[in-house]
């Protein structure tokens, strides 16, 4: 038969059924697994070409056997935050490419959320689960296990969970805050506030204390106040908790927040912030004290997007590789499904400080 | 039996088993659906009031003879769009509360992708699914027509698809714009342009082209642009096919049309956007052209956010009921689910023009 024309060795792939029938690998895949949408015509083709490769009689008959589905679930803390939307694009375009078909779960930071989408996605037998997870610690991974011993691998995203030996696909978090701030020393402060810390109640008074609240609470926030307090030291600024916000992390408190560090005898004259929510609650404190930046506060953010390079000036932020987060996760998660080596790493991506006008050198007090 | 204490006829509800077990209902739909996680304290409870009540000898077996998975599907154009990530928020919160969780795919635009999910949804055994379809004829529905065969029911979201006598939950995109391009006239403005149109490639000549080629695209595009012809035509302002932008809808091209207009011999001094990447486009031109709002360019858009609010000037925006067109699709696709009658009506709830400081008299040329 003609099926090993200019072949080395193996069975054929997907990709050479598809480069045969002169379609995408993604309509072969769905061609030859039996699931999703293909057109008549291609579906014709593809078949056709499967036949001609002799791939139907192996890799078809083993794709069924193994009852792969070729749907990937993701579970996502919050869908509404721009920032995961664009890590599921990177997901969606990533497993589509290669056959997936990927459902997402948004557990809006609640863990018993969590562990019902573990459990649904368990359910509807998807192949693999992606997970920015609200999990911190030993006691809360339970469903993780239960899906990794029901043979499902799960990757996690964003967010690292020491207490598991998983892939992680995550950024640099606190490079990128020491960077921002190193940034707003260099400008000249020495009064630099941070939006936001841990959710805690009570207010640590030390940096140990802080550091300890830190570690109970999400990774990346503690990432984040880690880099921040890297900066600090490494110019010999001491840790003053009055400029650390606590407690919840909504926009109105980190207004609240703000305004009181303005008001402070000696005021902050700069702010770093981790989260959007945090950014936007700043620039209404920066507004309801009549103040202008940069020229009363520099100010320096996690997210980039389009309104913060429209803004008037527009803002110095750092701008994650968001699509990249989640095609890299769906890669690590697929790969292992066709036939690479599960590695268990942390991969770790660069962000990129996006230097617009909202630095300047504080004002004379 | 203790079971009919305080009540009056019929089989006893999940919620009655809930009150009585003193836990939430979604609690007790999902102790009692036999899915999801329900901590062992809470599931001992709930099964101890279900049998007190007579609850398990009925509703229960009646669950599980139905196959009811308890689970929604969601298709969204556009998970990216916070538009759509606060739909499915609201969706999620009322399907949580009422024992469902939800499942979510995001086709970006794509009808092919649109075609795949369904049948992902399908496989899946979902209850029902909402959907903001990327369909715009009736040559394109039948993968909706598929579900529905199957005895999936379908509630539309956003989107209107004239071709389907489905429920459809949907804002009023035709008064909407309207109303914000009457407040635009109202403050003086006659060259109002149209950020954006229909994405056809040949620019319309007239008001009958245009309106053809908006019919053969989305709903709400088409929609948001009778409602900027409808105040064109009460205030006897002629109609002007340079002040319409078509082509593909990003927001670089925005930039692009948006200079173009503002360079026009008479060129336009109010501008209504009608989706987020417009009016961030919009504010690039009105940069790029060294100009300001709302001295030289009056501005309102479609949809409000935190940004929007910190934006100096503050800027004039519709705010569209994201969370309650959530809420209200999933309450009309559950209802029927639970034993209601089904109905098949257009639900239109309505936006809310949230006016700040974007707008101004035209400056005398």
């Known amino acids: 038969m003609p099926a090993d024309r200019g072949r080395t060795s193996g069975p054929p792939t997907i990709s050479e059924v598809a480069a045969e029938a002169g379609v995408g690998r993604a309509t072969a895949a769905r061609t030859l697994g039996g699931?999703?949408?293909?057109?008549?015509?291609?579906?014709?083709?593809?078949?056709?070409?499967?036949?001609?490769?002799?791939?139907?009689?192996?890799?078809?008959?083993r794709s069924m056997s193994t009852g792969v589905s070729h749907t990937l679930g993701v579970i996502v803390a919050d869908i509404g935050?721009?920032?995961?939307?664009?890590?599921?694009?990177?997901?969606?375009?990533?497993?589509?490419?290669?056959?997936?078909?990927?459902i997402v779960l948004s557990t809006y930071e609640n863990l018993d959320e969590e562990v019902a989408a573990t459990n649904v996605l368990i359910d509807k037998r998807v192949d693999g689960v992606i997970i920015a997870s609200a999990a911190v610690g030993r006691g809360e991974v339970a469903?993780?296990?239960?899906?990794?011993?029901?043979?499902?691998?799960?990757?996690?995203?964003?967010?690292?969970?020491?207490?598991?030996?998983?892939?992680?696909?995550?950024?640099?978090?606190?490079?990128?805050?020491?960077?921002?701030?190193?940034?707003?020393?260099?400008?000249g402060h020495r009064r630099i506030g941070f939006v936001w810390g841990p959710p805690v109640t009570k207010v640590p008074r030390t940096r140990r204390e802080l550091l300890a609240a830190a570690s109970r609470n999400l990774w990346t926030d503690g990432e984040r106040l880690?880099?921040?307090?890297?900066?600090?030291?490494?110019?010999?600024?001491?840790f003053?908790?009055?400029?650390?916000?606590?407690?919840?992390?909504?926009?109105?408190?980190?207004?609240?927040?703000?305004?009181?560090?303005?008001?402070?005898?000696?005021?902050?004259?700069a702010l770093f912030c981790t989260e959007t929510d945090a950014v936007t609650g700043a620039l209404r404190a920066?507004?309801?004290?009549?103040?202008?930046?940069?020229?009363?506060?520099?100010?320096?953010?996690?997210?980039?997007?389009?309104?913060?390079?429209?803004?008037?000036?527009?803002?110095?932020m750092i701008e994650q590789p968001v699509h990249q987060l989640g095609a890299k996760a769906a890669e690590v998660l697929l790969?292992?499904?066709?036939?690479?080596?599960?590695?268990?790493?942390?991969?770790?991506?660069?962000?990129?400080?996006?230097?617009?006008?909202?630095v300047a050198p504080p004002q004379p007090s």
Chains 1, 2 share one sequence.
């Not at 057109?39 to 791939?55: D, T």
């Not at 009055?242 to 303005?262: I, S, Y």
């Open 81 to 102: 935050n721009p920032f995961f939307a664009g890590v599921v694009r990177g997901i969606c375009d990533t497993s589509r490419a290669r056959g997936f078909d990927t």
């Open 143 to 187: 469903h993780i296990r239960t899906a990794l011993d029901r043979g499902i691998p799960v990757v996690l995203v964003d967010r690292a969970i020491g207490a598991l030996d998983l892939d992680a696909v995550v950024i640099n978090n606190r490079d990128a805050a020491r960077e921002a701030v190193e940034v707003l020393i260099a400008a």
């Open 35 to 61: 699931y999703g949408y293909v057109s008549p015509e291609l579906k014709e083709r593809v078949l056709a070409a499967a036949e001609k490769l002799g791939y139907r009689a192996n890799a078809l008959a």
């Open 335 to 358: 790969d292992p499904l066709e036939g690479a080596e599960p590695r268990r790493e942390m991969h770790t991506l660069r962000t990129r400080l996006v230097l617009r006008s909202s």
């Open 240 to 269: 003053d908790p009055e400029l650390v916000m606590v407690g919840p992390k909504t926009e109105e408190r980190a207004t609240e927040e703000v305004v009181r560090m303005l008001r402070l005898p000696r005021r902050i004259t």
């Open 226 to 238: 880690r880099g921040y307090l890297d900066a600090l030291d490494d110019a010999h600024i001491p």
């Open 286 to 316: 920066v507004r309801q004290e009549k103040l202008s930046y940069p020229r009363d506060l520099s100010l320096i953010g996690f997210d980039d997007s389009a309104w913060a390079a429209v803004m008037d000036p527009p803002l110095t």
